[in-house]
């Protein structure tokens, strides 16, 4: 059974290297020696470095799926609200993500790099979570859309992409610009009146 102490050492020993260091000049050597482990050791828990990468922003930002995936099974609380506290958990990874961000030395290839394997992983762990709220939603009457997934998916790419705010860099304004014309779109595109999901907005 794997021991999770080394796990965790292991991520924390990346963690520690990319204050330093980009990730193209890390090997996987660098990382057992800063983890106090053989590098065969650390093959039995990863199969490359990427994988450490992966698993590292997975914990990172670990809390805001936690979240949802809670709020997946809480069918007591509205949908809309449920879809509320979602983007208050993209927020949350987006805050979490520019503070890691900010603390890094990596260059801007190696930046974008990581980001964009940030923005994979909020999106496609929180899609199956949002899609769930969405055919709650329509079960209940409250949406109107034949597809949830696809619908989950368009609203946390323009979620992540527009909070984190790197991708394309934009004002306060614009971003809050940008949030409004989705929840108008939700709107429309749920069958829902002009100005009923504003309250989407006040996370």
Request: net charge negative; aromatic share 8%.
């Amino acid at each position: 059974m794997p021991n999770t102490e080394k796990y965790e050492n292991i991520l924390d020993a990346l963690q520690k290297l990319l204050q330093s260091k980009d990730i193209k000049m890390i090997t996987v050597s660098e990382i057992a020696q800063a983890a106090g482990i053989g590098k065969g050791s650390l093959y039995y828990y990863f199969p490359s470095k990427e994988a450490v990468l992966e698993a590292l922003i997975a914990r990172t930002y670990e809390k805001p799926m936690e979240i949802a995936t809670t709020l997946a099974d809480q069918k007591e609380i509205s949908s809309f609200t449920r879809m509320a506290m979602i983007f208050q958990a993209c927020r949350n990874a987006s805050l979490e993500f520019s503070k890691q961000k900010d603390s890094s030395s990596a260059g801007i290839y190696e930046g974008a790099y990581i980001h964009q394997m940030f923005l994979n992983h909020v999106i496609t762990g929180l899609k199956g979570t949002l899609a769930q709220i969405i055919r709650q939603g329509i079960q209940e009457g409250q949406i109107t859309f034949e597809d949830p997934e696809a619908l989950a998916e368009i609203v946390l790419i323009v979620l992540t992409v527009k909070l984190d705010n790197t991708i394309v860099p934009s004002t306060q304004e614009d971003v809050e610009k940008v949030m409004r014309a989705l929840v108008s779109l939700l709107e429309k595109g749920t069958d829902n009146p002009m100005g009923s999901l504003n309250f989407l907005l006040a996370f």
